[in-house]
Nanobody, 116 residues
Framework: QVQLVESGGGLVQSGGSLRLSCAASGSNFSISGMAWHRQAPGKQRELVAA???????NYGDAVKGRFTISRDNAKNTVHLQMNSLKPDDTAVYYC??????????WGQGTQVTVSS
């Protein structure tokens, strides 16, 4: 069993920045990839950014050039640096981890609110 705990959400003004973090814990696991998704009220959950073991990354079109995902493999931690935030970025942000041989685990989510 793997647990994911997100932190760093909050309220920020349009144009501001936030940094989200997600730490994975458990026993005897190996993570092949980690990602951030988000879900705004009335909308489907969407991919924000993903990063894989060889540090290849993938970003959703809406955040390219503004958000940066990074990971610390030794600490099983992933970060999301969010710059130039817009009101449309308001959502609950979820961390996900692909655990080798087991499947996908999700965090509880952290609220990000961007005021105009």
């Amino acid at each position: 069993q793997v647990q994911l705990v997100e932190s760093g959400g909050g309220l920020v003004q349009s144009g501001g920045s936030l940094r989200l973090s997600c730490a994975a814990s458990g026993s005897n696991f190996s993570i092949s990839g980690m990602a951030w998704h988000r879900q705004a009220p009335g909308k489907q959950r969407e991919l924000v950014a993903a990063i894989f073991r060889v540090d290849s990354t993938n970003y959703g079109d809406a955040v390219k050039g503004r958000f940066t995902i990074s990971r610390d493999n030794a600490k099983n931690t992933v970060h999301l640096q969010m710059n130039s935030l817009k009101p449309d970025d308001t959502a609950v942000y979820y961390c996900a981890a692909v655990v080798t041989g087991t499947g996908v685990y999700w965090g509880q989510g952290t609220q990000v609110t961007v005021s105009s």
